[in-house]
């Protein structure tokens, strides 16, 4: 059976620094579009970045652009979340998801579109 696992969520002062991972079980891994979400108490879940298989074509969220950084080691199963500059406003739990879609010009938020989910990891920020 096939999970995503995350790591590496914790606590961090503004103006801090953390790198998300997610480990994907199974041998396909490389043909996904990878996608991490973050969801703050109260919000809705908000697509924060993605990257296709080959790891040549990424997308980020307007709220994360110039800080954040998506990456992927196919050899290891892994995505990378590694966000920089952290603001209050982006304390969330973050989840990785696998996408369905097969390529990053064909990114929908559709719940339908993300077959994977990993449980979450906590991400606070203090000021």
């Known amino acids: 059976q096939v999970q995503l696992v995350e790591s590496g969520g914790g606590l961090v002062q503004t103006g801090g620094s953390l790198r998300l991972s997610c480990v994907a079980s199974?041998?396909?891994?490389?043909?996904?579009?990878m996608t991490w979400f973050r969801q703050a108490p109260g919000k809705e879940r908000e697509l924060v970045a993605a990257?296709?298989?080959?790891?040549?074509?990424?997308y980020f969220g307007d709220s994360v652009k110039g800080r954040f950084t998506i990456s992927r080691d196919n050899a290891k199963n892994t995505v990378y979340l590694q966000m920089n500059s952290l603001k209050p406003e982006d304390t969330a739990v973050y989840y990785c998801?696998?996408?369905?879609?097969?390529?990053?010009?064909?990114?929908?938020?559709?719940?339908?579109?993300?077959?994977?989910w990993g449980q979450g990891t906590q991400v606070t920020v203090s000021s």
């Open positions: 990257i296709d298989g080959s790891g040549g074509i990424t």
């Open positions: 199974g041998r396909t891994f490389s043909t996904y579009v």
């Open positions: 998801a696998r996408n369905t879609r097969g390529r990053i010009g064909a990114l929908r938020t559709t719940p339908g579109d993300y077959d994977l």
